[in-house]
């Protein structure tokens, strides 16, 4: 794999290497920690914003990853928490809801970059290490819209607790309509 060295710095450059991943997908929180302790971060993990406030006042890390809505509140909480104890902080924003208004928010909080899930290790690490004063190279494999898609629809489903006639009703698309898209496999 050859890197791109314009555009993206090495961890082993910086001093420190502490990394705080602050979001309430257990499983997806676990794989992101053991793929970025692979890389050379030194990992600490939160699952919400109490705690993410907590380890950030027990140990002011130089790189965050943070789920924008965590069950216990806003992810931006956190980035602002991170911002007021270290403004040099590298936060990188996680969202399963990507929009321009959120992205906007973030941004603003101190984030300097947004990457809408589910985002893979080599995505994030870029996002972290890239030059702030150079543009981001695009990613290698984006989702294709027809994953994007089913993506959000398994997410509003999910929300509306498998619930077809809500989700349907909320997504303003027929009940049929809904049912034959969960009945298929997810798009590459």
């Known amino acids: ?26 499983p997806f929180r676990e794989r992101l920690a053991r793929a970025m302790e692979k890389k050379g971060f030194q990992v600490a993990q939160a699952e919400g914003v109490k705690k993410g406030i907590e380890s950030v ?4 890390p130089a790189f ?6 965590l069950n216990d509140g806003n992810g931006l909480e956190v980035v602002k928490e991170i911002q007021s104890t270290n403004s040099n902080s590298r936060i990188v924003m996680l969202t399963g809801y990507g929009n321009i208004p959120t992205a906007v928010a973030a941004i603003k909080q101190g ?4 990457l809408a899930k589910p ?9 972290l290490l890239a030059d702030p004063n ?20 398994h997410r509003v489903f999910e929300l509306c607790n498998r619930n077809v006639s ?13 049912q034959r898209i969960l009945s298929k496999r997810s798009p590459k």
């Open 111 to 114: 984030a300097i970059d947004y």
């Open 134 to 153: 150079k543009k981001a190279s695009p990613p290698e494999n984006p989702m294709s819209a027809d994953r994007v898609k089913w993506e959000h629809i």
């Open 1 to 26: 794999m050859i890197r791109e060295q314009t555009n993206v710095r090495n961890i082993g450059e910086f001093d420190d290497k502490s990394l705080l991943i602050v979001d309430d997908d257990n």
């Open 64 to 69: 965050a990853v943070v789920d924008l809505r």
């Open 166 to 178: 809500e989700t349907a009703r909320r997504l303003k698309m027929h009940r049929r309509t809904l």
């Open 119 to 127: 985002a893979d290790a080599d995505d994030v690490e870029k996002a």
């Open 57 to 60: 006042k027990s140990k002011k």
